[in-house]
């Protein structure tokens, strides 16, 4: 099959220039309606619940949900977009809308993968939770790599430590103390229970008039918790895995819901681990937020931050204003980027 050729300057400029015809057009009072497309409502605004291949369930402002054809000029839309959309004036129509167009974003939220490379899988987030629990086991590895995540993007990040109804007293302090320094460098920590009900209220009041994102493990219970904060969803729940111990991926497709108090949940598939390979290591650096002061300070320009001599992050750890735990998690990380990006170039080359 020979490959489509690729658009001229002139096709972009003028893919771009009707790309914000239609944007100026849905901001207007009284939209002009196309009259190529005389079988469609005149624009209006809309939300994308979520996106399947080429369509997208969008919702309107009286609350009506449309599965929607995507105009091929539109390069990217994903859940949380808000776009121009045309609805179809016979509700008996093959088409029953049309995406015309995308307002710019003012956050979207990234996932590199293996294959496809970094793929944006939703926009317009106002706060990630990162969502934690005591079983299958509570790791400060795995929230700091999602903390870097959210610090990537400028989404502000909120801790959730989930499933406090099996802390035990053996586990407590050193959960409780890992959680003291996370709110010690700036990070809301929230601890609540799905099953108890414990934490819930006050978790509620920080979605209200929000979108959020839940970010996590398998196996922390993400379902449960959306479960919980709004019951009418209906989502499906893993358990976790006697064997293994890990969870069960619970949520196939991202989609936005909608919590009674007026904030919005964007629910997106769980990934068992946040690549960051596509970072270099001095933005990984950077998303330590405690490293700030001190990054830009070391001897040697390209200091590892390891042995080498006069390092601003050696001193800051023995000064005590780094954790060890941190620093160590860090070291994790930049160790890591590598061996991610060598898996990543032999799938690539394998699959040729």
């Known amino acids: 099959m020979s490959k489509k050729k690729p658009l001229s300057r002139g096709q972009l400029r003028r893919m771009r220039a009707n790309h914000q015809k239609r944007l100026h ?7 002009t309606p196309d009259i190529q497309d005389s079988s469609l409502e005149p624009e209006q ?41 045309r609805l179809s004036k016979d509700a008996q129509a093959a088409i029953a809308g049309v995406v015309e167009a995308v307002h710019p974003r003012k956050s979207s939220l990234s996932r590199p993968d293996l294959y496809d490379g970094v793929k944006t899988i939703a926009a317009n987030i106002d706060q990630i939770l990162i969502v934690s629990s005591v079983l299958p086991c509570f790791t400060t590895q795995i929230i700091d790599r999602y903390l870097v995540a959210a610090e990537d993007t400028e ?3 909120v801790i959730v430590l989930n499933k406090i109804d099996l802390l035990d007293d053996e586990q407590r302090p050193a959960i409780e103390a890992a959680l003291a320094r996370y709110q010690a460098i700036g990070y809301p920590v929230y601890r609540v229970s799905s ?48 064997g293994s111990g890990l969870g069960q991926h619970t949520t196939t497709t991202a989609r936005l819901l909608h919590f009674a108090s007026g904030g919005k949940l964007i629910d997106s598939p769980g990934v068992r681990e946040f690549a960051l390979w596509h970072l270099p290591a001095d933005r990984v650096s950077w998303c330590f937020v405690e490293f700030r002061d001190f990054l830009g300070t070391c001897k040697f320009r390209d200091c590892k931050h390891g042995d080498d001599p006069g390092c601003a992050l050696q001193e800051a750890l023995q000064q005590q204003h780094i954790t060890a735990d941190r620093f160590s998690n860090y070291h994790r990380i930049i160790a890591s980027l590598d061996e991610q990006r060598h898996a990543r170039q032999f799938r690539a080359n394998t699959d040729e």
């Not at 057009?25 to 939209?31: C, V």
């Not at 099953?195 to 219970?221: H, M, N, P, R, Y």
């Open 155 to 157: 989404i502000p990040p």
């Open 195 to 242: 099953k108890t009900g414990e934490g819930i209220d006050a978790l509620t009041a920080l979605l209200k008039d929000k979108v959020s994102v839940f970010a996590g493990q398998s196996g922390v219970g993400k379902s449960s918790l959306i479960n919980a904060l709004m019951p009418d969803a209906e989502l499906l729940t893993g358990d976790v895995s006697g």
């Open 45 to 85: 605004a809309g939300t994308v619940i979520s996106r399947f291949g080429q369509h997208a369930d969008v919702e309107t402002l009286d609350g009506k949900i449309t599965r929607c054809n995507i105009r091929r000029t539109i390069t990217s839309l994903v859940c949380g977009d808000d776009v121009v959309v």
């Open 25 to 31: 057009r849905s901001s207007q009072d009284t939209p």
